[in-house]
């Protein structure tokens, strides 16, 4: 069974800087993704990144471009999101997503992921 577990929100001042960690187990082989999304109350859900466990491929999209990095940590099986300069407009539940094949399948629907862990808050404040 894929179990994903996220951590890492939490209150941060705008400009600040946060890391997400995802720990994922029950996949058999390296040929998974893990990505990322978020939803703010009231809002749709929004594509954040995506990482190929396989090759290492990342992708970003718009709303954290040019200021985050995804990484993993394969012996661990965890998968970090870093998040800098943050915003209030960060403020959101981000979730961690996993599924077979690649990012590209997915782009930037990474909610369109067959496995969810539970949400993490961050909160920028102004």
């Known amino acids: 069974e894929v179990q994903l577990q996220a951590s890492g929100g939490g209150l941060v001042q705008a400009g600040g800087s946060l890391r997400l960690s995802c720990a994922a187990s029950?996949?058999?082989?390296?040929?998974?993704?893990i990505g990322w999304f978020r939803q703010a109350p009231g809002k749709v859900r929004e594509g954040v990144s995506c990482?190929?466990?396989?090759?290492?491929?990342?992708y970003y999209e718009d709303p954290v471009k040019g200021r985050s990095t995804i990484s993993s940590d394969n012996a661990k099986n965890t998968v970090y999101l870093q998040v800098d300069n943050l915003k209030p407009e960060d403020t959101a539940v981000y979730y961690c997503?996993?599924?077979?094949?690649?990012?590209?399948?997915?782009?930037?629907?990474?909610?369109?992921?067959?496995?969810w862990g539970k949400g993490t808050l961050v909160t920028v404040s102004s």
């Open positions: 997503v996993a599924d077979r094949g690649y990012c590209a399948l997915y782009n930037p629907y990474y909610y369109g992921m067959k496995y």
């Open positions: 990482i190929d466990i396989n090759d290492g491929s990342t």
């Open positions: 029950g996949f058999s082989s390296a040929n998974f993704v």
